[in-house]
């Protein structure tokens, strides 16, 4: 089992920047993906970043440039951070972390969301 505890998240004006966290126990160290999807009023959840414990990135084409995912491993527990740059009104969402383990069969979890909203 995967736990995933997300923090930041906010308000901004346009252009700000804001930072999100994730920090995910469970020993998925070996085999995982981790990011974020986004999913604003009346839309389908979409992706925004992703990473994998072998460093490999991929960005909605709407956020290159803008944002930037990282993560660390400390004590069996993998963090992964989106740094998000020159915010528009359009990023406004829910964002959700997202965990697939790799480990066995594969498995997917998803955080409680946080609140990004981008306005003057």
């Known amino acids: 089992q995967v736990s995933l505890v997300e923090s930041g998240g906010g308000s901004v004006q346009p252009g700000g920047s804001l930072r999100l966290s994730c920090a995910a126990s469970g020993s998925i160290l070996a085999s995982y993906v981790m990011g974020w999807y986004r999913q604003a009023p009346g839309k389908e959840r979409e992706l925004v970043a992703v990473?994998?414990?072998?460093?490999?990135?991929?960005?909605a084409d709407s956020v290159k440039g803008r944002f930037t995912i990282s993560g660390d491993n400390v004590k069996n527990t993998v963090t992964v951070y989106l740094q998000m740059n020159r915010l528009k009104p359009e990023d406004t969402a829910v964002y959700y972390c997202?965990?697939?383990?790799?480990?066995?069969?594969?498995?997917?979890?998803w955080g409680q969301g946080t609140q990004v909203t981008v306005s003057s």
């Open positions: 990473v994998t414990n072998g460093g490999i990135t991929n960005y």
């Open positions: 997202y965990c697939l383990d790799r480990r066995y069969v594969p498995q997917t979890y």
